[in-house]
């Protein structure tokens, strides 16, 4: 049995929704407990799929875990002893199990990881991560879809100068780093508010890092780790969504828990559209009103690195610029194969060509429900928003992507009016839904 959502056209949308903790920020946050001696106490962390899986590899690494849903806490007791391997059944659904492989080294001096998994958008090489290591002094043999590697002593500091810039590179650095024996330059580092957070946890615990937020972060190693207890900021990405949903359909929605200062380049966006937007914009984190009751116009996006617009913002506003009059350039710089959530918007009646790294996506007046399939996380939530805008009823199937990323994802929806259902369909149902949609 497999979830599907069944979706119908909404004309108009009302109401209030918060924006839940940041799933990218959580992840290396969960990760780095295995850095530190003590518990540890992490606030505001979203029930959602892939939290789930993380909490999952911590207890397969002898970590003890509490977690309190209904407060959204978790509290963590590091393990003794880690066993230092990644099995493959639990990385192969999470790219971000690949963070593990810097505590793994730091600390324990060993690691066996299997090649992680996750969202198909494209090749997204580990090179840079086992460059780290191997610049820290690891030894680093790749075989068989596995990742085997050790340190004789210690991670000795060093500089490493990454050739583009990448999160989950820059993340898996500093966390190796923090235990190693003298400094590290991190060079082209990524400055994305989920670097900064996990820099603020370890700094916590007692970790000596400075010039996180900038593109140069320098770590002083230390010998040991104590703990910390942190909060969750909320996900820019998720309120970005609503944001976008507020463009598609016609009405007014409040966003609480938004952060404000994480989203200059994403509300800027929104209001070349047309869309009308009440926030305090010197507000870390507040509430924005959005207003729509008109058709709003076409736009140009790039897709860059913080603080530039966001890849996992690009279905989004795609979605948003379906119905949008004229001619609206998305260019997509980050992912090699980010546009196919495409070929599923043309199903719904969308006008869209495709050019290399560039979508045309001309407004159409009228989109057609059908049956689409995410095949990503934030292609999904698209997906959506363009389903609750598409006369008539649609099918999206492989809901499970959504679920990695967003919490309480369609009942959030349900309180502003979208009309959407989740239900169970056995796989010769599917199969039929998918002869449907061809």
């Not at 509490?66 to 407060?71: D, G």
């Not at 090749?123 to 085997?148: C, F, Q, T, W």
């Not at 199937?397 to 990323?405: F, K, Y």
Request: proline share 4%.
């Amino acid at each position: 049995m497999e979830k599907i959502y069944i979706i119908e056209h909404t004309p108009s949308i009302f109401g209030n929704v918060k924006v839940s903790g940041s799933k990218n920020a959580t992840l290396p946050i969960l990760i780095a407990t295995l850095l530190c001696n003590e518990k540890c106490i992490i606030d505001n962390v979203p029930e959602i799929e892939d939290v789930k899986t993380t909490v999952e590899l911590l207890l397969a690494c002898g970590a003890k875990v509490n977690w309190n849903k209904k407060e959204k806490i978790i509290e963590i007791d590091p393990p003794q002893d880690c066993p230092t391997i990644a099995p493959y059944k639990i990385v192969s659904k999470m790219r971000a199990s690949i963070l593990v492989l810097g505590p793994f080294l730091s600390k324990y001096k060993r690691a066996l990881v299997y090649l992680p998994g996750g969202c198909s958008i494209g090749p997204r090489p580990i090179n840079l991560h086992l460059m780290a290591m191997s610049k820290l002094g690891a030894e680093i043999d790749v075989n068989h879809g596995y990742i085997k590697s050790q340190v004789k002593d210690r991670l000795k500091g060093t500089t490493i100068t990454f050739p583009k810039k990448t999160v989950g590179g820059t993340q898996n650095a500093i966390l190796a780093a923090v235990l190693a024996k003298g400094t590290t330059i991190i060079e082209n580092a990524a400055q994305e508010p989920e670097v900064v957070e996990l820099v603020k946890a370890l700094r916590q615990a007692g970790a000596k890092i400075e010039g996180e937020g900038t593109s140069v972060i320098k770590i002083k190693g230390v010998d040991e780790l104590s703990s910390f207890h942190v909060k969750i900021i909320p996900d820019r990405i998720e309120a970005g969504t609503f944001l976008g949903l507020a463009a598609t359909i016609d009405g007014e929605i409040t966003i609480k828990d938004a952060p404000i200062c994480h989203m200059e380049s994403i509300l800027k966006k929104f209001k070349e559209m047309g869309l009308e937007m009440k926030y305090d914009e010197y507000e870390d984190i507040g509430t924005i009103y959005v207003k729509k009751n008109k058709r709003l116009k076409g736009i140009e996006v790039s897709t860059e690195e913080y603080p530039g617009f966001p890849t996992d913002m690009q279905p989004i506003v795609m979605a948003a610029c379906l119905k949008a009059e004229g001619c609206s350039v998305i260019r997509e710089n980050i992912f090699d194969n980010r546009f196919v959530h495409v070929n599923e918007f043309i199903r719904l009646g969308a006008n869209i060509s495709v050019e290399k790294n560039t979508a045309l996506v001309h407004g159409v007046k009228k989109l057609t429900g059908a049956v689409v399939e995410a095949s990503d996380l934030r292609a999904g939530a698209a997906l959506v928003l363009a389903c609750a805008s598409a006369e008539g009823k649609s099918y999206l199937l492989n809901v499970e992507h959504i679920e990695r990323g967003y919490e309480n994802f369609e009942q959030k929806l349900a309180l502003l009016g979208i009309k959407i259902e989740k239900i169970l369909k056995k796989e010769e149902e599917l199969e039929k839904l998918r002869k449907i949609g061809k």
